[in-house]
């Protein structure tokens, strides 16, 4: 099952084209990293996906239905924006209040232990709390929901490095418990691969590549070896980049096969190498000899 198929999907603002074209899925049950370079697309996708904003090309569908189109899809969604907004003038037990009025599936008893945990008094107004605050009681709200999909914008942009892993653990413990689905952009890589089982890089509004982080790691391979010319390469070997000395050729490759070579030194990436390879290889063609001296 899917809880988001996106086909062609575009936002054009007057003449500012924020998505165009954009085709993907990504399937229910899994904690999904959405990562790629400032202005991919990554916020207008999750907008439109929680209803937020009306796509101008291609067709969505989020958890069965069109996103915002009633109470029930909303009751499915939760979505944390990226400035995560608060009403200023509402003290936290108000939010809290208001959560448990306007979701079907309010979980207080996880709203207020959490506002504890998190060291918060329930009687301040929001719009005196600091960022990472606000942030934290954002986040809070979305998790209570006890939404089918949770949709974060890169929710723990503003947190401390211990509130971070906090938050981290607790959106875990949510997805383990409730069967929660999470589709969350970061540009934090090392925190995605802490929590992530699933992987989307867009740039440009495209996919460049997705799937499950495990499978990803095992399939790329950085080898380096004598120069030589990338169309010698067996068919089945993608190359997503690749540079050139004098004497030396190195290549990202990705293929399901065993690298047979003896030629070749194979080494392993790390989610944050292979994430950087996609994003500053926007074509991932099979380029042409470069020597770089
Ligand atoms: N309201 C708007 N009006 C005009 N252009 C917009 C608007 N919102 C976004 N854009 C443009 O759309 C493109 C995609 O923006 P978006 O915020 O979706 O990117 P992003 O991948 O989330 O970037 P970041 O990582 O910086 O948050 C950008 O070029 C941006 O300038």
Redesign the pocket.
């Known amino acids: 099952m899917s809880v988001l198929i996106a086909q062609g999907l575009g936002?054009t603002?007057?003449r500012?084209?924020?998505?165009t074209g954009c085709t993907l899925e990504i399937e229910a049950g899994h904690v999904t990293g959405l990562v790629?370079?400032?202005?991919?697309?990554?916020?207008?996708?999750?907008?439109i996906a929680a209803g937020m904003l009306e796509p101008t090309t291609g067709t969505i569908e989020v958890c069965g239905g069109v996103p915002g189109s009633g109470p029930e899809q909303l009751a499915k969604v939760g979505y944390v924006a990226?400035n995560t907004p608060v009403y200023s003038a509402l003290s936290i037990e108000e939010h809290l209040r208001l959560g448990a009025h306007l979701n079907p599936r309010w979980d207080a008893s996880l709203a207020e232990k959490r506002v504890e945990r998190l060291g918060l008094d329930p009687k301040q107004h929001a719009g005196k709390l600091s960022g990472g605050q606000r942030a934290q009681l954002a986040l809070t709200l979305g998790i209570a929901k006890r939404p089918e999909l949770l949709l974060l914008?890169?929710p723990v942009a503003a947190l401390d490095p211990l509130a971070r892993r906090e938050f981290l653990q607790d959106l875990m413990e949510a997805v383990a418990e409730h069967g929660l689905s999470v589709v969350m952009?970061s540009?934090l890589v090392n925190d995605l691969e802490r929590v992530c089982d699933h992987l989307v890089v867009?740039v440009a509004s495209q996919v460049r590549v997705i799937g499950e982080v495990e499978t990803l790691l095992a399939t790329h391979h950085r080898l380096s070896g004598p120069r030589r010319d990338l169309d010698t390469l067996p068919a089945d070997q993608h190359v997503v980049s690749a540079t050139h000395t004098d004497r030396q050729t190195t290549v990202l490759v990705r293929t399901e096969a065993p690298i047979l070579d003896p030629t070749w030194t194979v080494g392993q990436l790390g989610l944050e190498d292979l994430v950087l390879e996609y994003m500053s290889n926007p074509t991932a063609a099979r380029p042409a000899l470069e020597v770089l001296r």
């Open positions: 936002k603002y007057k500012k084209q924020a998505l790629g370079p400032n202005g991919a697309g990554k916020s207008t996708l999750l907008n990226q914008d890169e952009s540009h867009l």
